[in-house]
């Protein structure tokens, strides 16, 4: 194991080991309300933190931290308008902030092209100690909302309206998720630069979504293959020699392509499946409705449904079982259906 031998690798498999466990948390949200762009535009804002802290000498991690927050905060509240022009503002802002952080790096001192391809596509053999304690401070407070608020973010994710009928705050709750998007993004720009972050947030719940068969499992399967392409990037990188951010981009991708041609081969041999719609509901072990084993997995019979978790969605399942169960909730929707 040579690559332990050096500090700066064991600082640098640290920082993949975080960011790959805390950034598919936050994704899969992003993936689940259609916004896996948004990552690309928190780093761009991020670029002009980077610049006004190397050129004033202050620590670029906690300027970019307070601007990437702020634009987090403005682009919620600019989504939430609804109006026509947010996606203009959103635009300026996202280019302005990329040419801004261009310029003010170009006029910091000491400052070489090295060191904004450094921040646009990563160096994370360059992470100091100090960078390390804060990124483990901002991945652990981000795992723990993540993970702790995850019924709330989903039911806001899956019907707006519904969760405001509900008493949820959803403007503050939307508002807390486009802040750990924005502390990703910061944590994220050593490893893979803030140019290819929202990749690293998003292709592996690509990958959860088609071999999940619920919400909680596609959030861990997502998690497990940020941590394994995270780490195993770096490994390839470091031998091979290569860009590390990128390196771990490629290895999310081919594992997404796998995955893709995988499950597509499953699912001609086995049928296709129809996904459920306007399905508000998490299903579960404690959610009242009754559990019926079907082949592989479990379904759930809901309002004379039966809905199977499948990634962040439900499929439908059908059957001509005269003897198959139907749900007992709602007796005007008990009828037998066949594929």
Same mark, same amino acid.
């Given at each position: 194991m040579e690559i332990l031998q050096f500090d700066f690798m064991q600082r640098a498999l640290l920082a993949a080991l975080l960011i790959g466990l805390s950034a598919p948390a936050v994704g899969i949200y992003l993936v689940q309300r259609r916004l896996a762009l948004i990552g690309d535009g928190m780093g761009h804002? =991020?670029?002009?933190?980077?610049?006004? $802290? @190397? @050129?004033?000498?202050?620590?670029?991690?906690?300027?970019? @931290?307070?601007?990437?927050?702020?634009?987090?905060?403005? /682009?919620?509240?600019?989504?939430?308008? $609804?109006?026509?022009?947010?996606?203009? %503002?959103?635009?300026?802002m996202f280019y302005g902030g990329i040419a801004g952080g261009v310029v003010l790096l170009a006029k910091a001192p000491g400052s070489t092209p090295a060191n904004l391809n450094a921040y646009l596509f990563g160096s994370i053999t360059s992470t100091t100690p100090g960078d390390l304690v804060v990124f483990a401070v901002l991945a652990v407070v981000v795992l723990a909302v993540a993970l702790g608020m995850s019924r709330v973010f989903f039911t806001v994710g899956a019907d707006e309206e519904y969760a405001t009928a509900a008493g949820l705050p959803v403007l503050a709750l939307n508002i807390v998720l486009a802040v750990m998007v924005a502390v990703t993004v910061v944590v994220s720009m050593r490893v893979v630069g803030l140019l290819?972050?929202?990749a690293l947030m998003i292709v592996p719940v690509a990958v959860a979504q088609r071999v999940g068969r619920s919400f909680a499992g596609t959030v861990a399967t997502a998690m497990v293959v940020g941590v394994v392409v995270s780490v195993g990037g770096v490994f390839t990188s470091f031998y091979a020699d290569t860009p590390s951010g990128a390196?771990?981009?490629? =290895?999310? /991708?081919?594992?997404?392509?796998?995955? %893709?041609?995988?499950?597509?081969?499953? %699912?001609?041999?086995?049928?296709? &499946?129809?996904? =459920?719609?306007?399905? @508000?509901?998490?299903? $579960?072990?404690?959610?009242? &409705?009754?559990?019926?084993? &079907?082949?592989?997995?479990?379904?759930?019979?809901?309002?004379? &449904?039966?809905h199977a978790p499948h990634g962040a969605h439900y499929d439908e399942h059908f059957t001509d079982d005269p003897a198959d169960p139907v749900d007992p909730v709602d007796p005007a929707t008990q009828g037998r259906r066949s594929s």
């Amino acid at each position: 194991m040579e690559i332990l031998q050096f500090d700066f690798m064991q600082r640098a498999l640290l920082a993949a080991l975080l960011i790959g466990l805390s950034a598919p948390a936050v994704g899969i949200y992003l993936v689940q309300r259609r916004l896996a762009l948004i990552g690309d535009g928190m780093g761009h804002v =991020a670029l002009t933190g980077v610049g006004i $802290g @190397l @050129l004033t000498r202050s620590g670029p991690v906690w300027t970019a @931290l307070v601007c990437t927050v702020l634009g987090a905060v403005l /682009i919620e509240l600019m989504r939430a308008k $609804g109006r026509t022009s947010s996606d203009v %503002a959103l635009a300026v802002m996202f280019y302005g902030g990329i040419a801004g952080g261009v310029v003010l790096l170009a006029k910091a001192p000491g400052s070489t092209p090295a060191n904004l391809n450094a921040y646009l596509f990563g160096s994370i053999t360059s992470t100091t100690p100090g960078d390390l304690v804060v990124f483990a401070v901002l991945a652990v407070v981000v795992l723990a909302v993540a993970l702790g608020m995850s019924r709330v973010f989903f039911t806001v994710g899956a019907d707006e309206e519904y969760a405001t009928a509900a008493g949820l705050p959803v403007l503050a709750l939307n508002i807390v998720l486009a802040v750990m998007v924005a502390v990703t993004v910061v944590v994220s720009m050593r490893v893979v630069g803030l140019l290819l972050v929202s990749a690293l947030m998003i292709v592996p719940v690509a990958v959860a979504q088609r071999v999940g068969r619920s919400f909680a499992g596609t959030v861990a399967t997502a998690m497990v293959v940020g941590v394994v392409v995270s780490v195993g990037g770096v490994f390839t990188s470091f031998y091979a020699d290569t860009p590390s951010g990128a390196t771990i981009v490629l =290895a999310a /991708i081919a594992v997404f392509v796998l995955t %893709a041609a995988g499950t597509a081969l499953r %699912a001609r041999m086995r049928g296709p &499946h129809n996904e =459920a719609e306007d399905h @508000l509901h998490a299903h $579960g072990p404690t959610c009242g &409705h009754r559990a019926v084993p &079907h082949e592989d997995h479990v379904d759930y019979l809901h309002d004379g &449904h039966r809905h199977a978790p499948h990634g962040a969605h439900y499929d439908e399942h059908f059957t001509d079982d005269p003897a198959d169960p139907v749900d007992p909730v709602d007796p005007a929707t008990q009828g037998r259906r066949s594929s």
